[in-house]
């Protein structure tokens, strides 16, 4: 039964999210929603799931499921959150080929990519307040690593590893 509600859980996650960091609230929804780990462990989860290489949706099902029901655990939850992907994505190729160019399809388009970015400022901020309060406490030591991490990235343009790096020290001195 664990085998199909992993499977289950994450085609929802497969289907609910465009992939990347989209299915971060999804996950977070689905994994504490049945008890397979706390809010902390989803978010150690998706920092192993963006160091390692691969498809963050990939690799947070098969950490998830790992922990959850060993190998074959990983297995089920990897085959489901590829599932939708590799469906609909199947799908679109064969429509969006005969409708390359109509404007309808292109307006669509252009509408999705505004909600992509509001789900990743609800991302954003979900994780953002399990990260940074705790109780009614404000952890300003986590949010200037966030901060810092931020500016190597954006500013420095330094590559995710060495910004995970650098935040794993700042989390040695200063966590």
Known sequence: MIYL?????????GFCSFGGMTMIPV?????LRYG???AAEVMDIVAVAEMTPGSLGINCATFVGLR??????????SLGVMMPSLTLSMAAVHFLLRLKG????????????PASLGMLVAA???LGISTFVIGTTVQWNL????CVAGFLMFRLKLSIPK?????????????
Not at 5 to 13: D, N, V, W, Y
Not at 143 to 146: G, N, T, V, W
Request: overall charge positive; proline content about 0%; hydrophobic content about 65%.
């Open 124 to 126: 954003a901020l979900t």
């Open 27 to 31: 996950i977070n929804d689905e994994v």
């Open 36 to 38: 397979w780990m706390t």
């Open 163 to 175: 910004t995970i790096l650098v935040a794993a020290v700042l989390g040695l001195l200063f966590g």
């Open 5 to 13: 509600r992993l499977f289950l859980s994450f085609m929802k996650i």
């Open 68 to 77: 959850v029901a060993g190998a074959l655990g990983a297995c089920t939850a």
């Open 102 to 113: 109509n404007k309808w399809l292109e307006s669509a388009l252009r509408g999705v990519r």
């Open 143 to 146: 949010i200037m690593i966030a």
